[in-house]
């Protein structure tokens, strides 16, 4: 095999006689071992030049093996037979915190990516998601680059985990800068937020600063490509050639220290540059007012918040060290013998420091839009303070009949009406003042003038205007306690004289209550046409009933003294 040395072979343990040797205490064929090539090399492995790699040691030694070179009841070498060691122990410890910041991510994750305000055009909710997002990348894959760590020390021979902690602890790397990067930009994104919510054309769309903005994600995220690009896509196969010194030394460290592996850092470099600058740009033109040369010149430290001041050094940390493991591969968490407080201290505690950073800020700082709308309270009561405004308390509105939130005419009506009639105001049950409303009806007299109850008896005797002036409904009485019913109960009979015709017909009590459930002004009606109709005085002995004898319009001919009506011709001559 390409990954054993021919120094390491050492000769099969005699047997009984010349065709035997014993592994353990299982004796196997040496006829057979040699005509299919095997081979004993002296890290207790078995192999014939291919693919194939057993251990030969008790207790994993093969049972036995058939005249075709198969093993019975074999153990490969790539298996997980070792104890757990400080590695995979400080792996495991690290991943149950990488895992609990991950919950804590998510959380602030929930919190400050809720919206309470409309989208705005400038400000998308992606925007002040995207750190939280790069925090739950960067926390999955510390955990699984940790969890696999544990297979690194349980192989025999080095294989997939140790490929897989490598590449996953590379793209923790590149997380944790697009982390930083986009917690600075951000932070520059509301401080901008803040700046022009109380004007939004306070700054220009089009000048330098907003350029600069809309450019410098764009190189971040270059820069951070090419580191990605540079670390990423390779045959990490090499890696795991870790079987014997010789090896390591002649495949495992120069694959791990070629100069795609030296030029990723000075990648991320740039873009933590960028990340700085994008600080001091935030602070210039949305925080630092004084000007002059001494503070323009340290205003970056005393605008800049305490989560920027330890997590920008933290993220530099985590350059350096994934510089000086290109350069030694000691340190490097690709070797299977490390040091294990270089690859945990300088690999693993800069990025979970910031994530921790992360989450504990987002824990105690409040939802954007929430602080946002605190923000325009305390400038609207500023200004009603400066102006001797004082806000209507919360009982203004319902004494003045301006409605509750959600109330629609209808129910507007139907409580002023509730309490019109002296009864409990409430908004639990406005279908039974209609039905009370019905039931008075129903009950008024027969001979009453209600719009809705109209009644008359027909006459044998001749119709003159002695009689329609002597005989005069009268209106019924209304013992009730609300004083609006009682003043509609008076003018009824009056509309009824008025406005004959108006309240005849089945459907008119139905009508009437349509009328007053509707929600909002009547729908306006286009006018009758105008029809020049006259009626002829009744003769005697006419059964119509007394309503239209009685009823005077403007459409007859005669009035009740037999004189002609006067034709009217528009609304002036009424």
């Given at each position: 095999m390409s990954f054993l040395d021919p120094r390491d072979i050492v000769a099969f343990p005699g047997g009984d006689n010349s065709s035997d040797t014993i592994f353990g205490d299982i004796h196997l064929n040496k006829t057979t071992l040699d005509h299919w090539n095997y081979t004993l090399y002296s890290n207790g492995t078995l192999s014939n030049g291919t693919v194939w790699c057993a251990l030969a040691f008790a207790p994993y030694q093969p049972a036995a093996v058939l005249d075709n070179g198969t093993f019975v009841n074999v153990t490969w070498c790539w298996a997980p037979v070792k104890h757990i060691e400080a590695r995979a122990g400080i792996g495991v410890g690290f991943a149950g915190i990488f895992g609990f910041a991950l919950v804590c991510n998510v959380l602030s994750l929930a919190k400050h990516g809720k919206l309470y305000l409309p989208v705005e055009k400038r400000f998308y909710p992606i925007g002040r998601r995207?750190?939280?997002?790069?925090?739950?990348?960067?926390?999955?894959?510390?955990?699984?680059?940790?969890?696999?760590?544990?297979?690194?020390?349980?192989?025999?021979?080095?294989?997939?985990?140790?490929?897989?902690?490598?590449?996953?602890?590379?793209l923790m790397q590149i997380g944790t800068i697009a982390l930083v990067?986009?917690?600075v930009r951000h932070?520059?994104?509301?401080?901008?937020?803040?700046?022009?919510?109380?004007?939004?054309?306070l700054l220009r769309q089009d000048d330098r600063r907003s350029k600069v903005e809309f450019y410098l994600p764009l190189l971040a995220y270059l820069w951070m490509w090419l580191a990605f690009f540079l670390l990423i896509p390779r045959n990490w196969e090499n890696v795991q050639f870790q079987r014997f010194p010789e090896q390591t030394e002649s495949v495992a460290r120069p694959s791990a220290t070629d100069n795609r592996f030296k030029a990723a850092p000075f990648c991320q470099l740039v873009a933590w540059?960028?990340?700085?600058y994008s600080l001091w740009h935030s602070i210039k033109h949305y925080l630092a007012r004084d000007r002059s040369i001494v503070h323009r010149a340290t205003h970056l430290f005393s605008y800049a918040p305490w989560r920027f001041i330890i997590?920008?050094?933290?993220?530099?940390?985590?350059?350096?060290?994934?510089?000086?493991?290109?350069?030694?591969?000691?340190?490097?968490?690709?070797?299977?013998?490390?040091?294990?407080?270089?690859?945990?201290?300088?690999?693993?505690?800069?990025?979970?420091?910031?994530?921790?950073?992360?989450?504990?800020?987002?824990?105690?700082?409040?939802?954007?839009?929430k602080e946002l709308l605190r923000q325009r309270r305390v400038r609207e009561r500023t200004l009603n303070q400066e102006m001797g405004l004082v806000n209507k308390p919360g009982w203004w509105r319902r004494l003045n009949s301006e409605g509750l939130p959600g109330e629609s005419m209808r129910d507007i009506i139907a409580r002023n009406v509730r309490e019109v009639g002296g009864r409990k105001p409430t908004t639990q049950n406005p279908e039974q003042a209609v039905l009370d409303r019905n039931l008075d009806v129903e009950a008024a007299p027969a001979n009453s003038v209600e719009m809705d109850a109209i009644q008359a008896e027909p006459l044998s005797s001749?119709?003159?205007?002695?009689?329609?002036?002597?005989?005069?409904?009268?209106?019924?009485?209304?013992?009730?306690?609300?004083?609006?019913r009682r003043e509609e109960r008076t003018m009824e009979p009056v509309s009824g004289v008025s406005f004959p015709g108006q309240n005849e017909g089945p459907d008119a009590a139905a009508r009437r209550h349509a009328e007053l459930m509707m929600d909002g002004p009547i729908p306006a009606q286009p006018p009758p046409p105008y029809e020049e109709r006259g009626r002829q005085v009744l003769p005697i002995g006419d059964a119509r009933s007394t309503s239209e004898r009685r009823s005077v319009s403007v459409n007859t001919e005669t009035t009740l003294t037999n004189q002609p009506q006067q034709q009217i011709r528009s609304m002036l001559d009424i």
């Open positions: 995207w750190q939280w997002y790069w925090g739950s990348f960067t926390c999955a894959c510390a955990m699984i680059a940790l969890i696999t760590g544990v297979d690194v020390d349980r192989y025999y021979m080095p294989e997939l985990p140790l490929v897989l902690t490598s590449f996953f602890w590379y990067w986009e917690a932070w520059g994104s509301w401080m901008e937020r803040q700046f022009i919510d109380p004007d939004p054309f540059l960028l990340c700085v997590i920008l050094p933290l993220a530099l940390a985590v350059i350096v060290f994934q510089e000086l493991v290109a350069w030694n591969f000691d340190w490097s968490p690709m070797k299977v013998k490390g040091s294990n407080v270089a690859i945990y201290v300088g690999g693993y505690v800069p990025s979970l420091l910031i994530v921790v950073i992360q989450s504990i800020f987002g824990y105690f700082n409040p939802n954007e839009d001749p119709v003159s205007a002695r009689d329609l002036s002597g005989g005069r409904p009268q209106a019924s009485v209304y013992a009730g306690g609300s004083d609006a």
